[in-house]
């Protein structure tokens, strides 16, 4: 797994926590998918700082050599995103 430079730079910019995304990317509550090729990894977490649950989704692109992590955000929204991905 290959992190872009712009995924980078989200960890620090949002602060989230690299060892929360890496445990949506080995461990995911759901996967659902993206644009073609592209799926989004989603974990919940408690955010210290923010002192609450919050979900942390990762958009990887899936290649054929590698996969690769495009973008990484947080969330709030638990319930619509976990809808949105379905059973």
């Known amino acids: 797994m290959r992190w872009s430079a712009h995924a980078l730079k989200n960890l620090t910019d949002r602060e989230i926590p690299r060892a929360e995304a890496e445990a ?11 644009r073609p090729g592209r799926r989004f990894l989603m974990r919940r977490f ?6 609450q649950e919050m979900l942390v989704r990762v958009l990887i692109e899936e290649g054929s050599l590698e996969d690769v992590v495009v973008t990484v955000y947080k969330t ?7 809808r949105e991905a379905g059973p």
């Open 24 to 34: 949506a990317l080995a461990n995911p509550e759901m996967s659902t998918p993206g």
């Open 76 to 82: 709030s929204k638990i319930g619509k995103h976990m």
């Open 46 to 51: 408690f955010d210290t700082s923010l002192q």
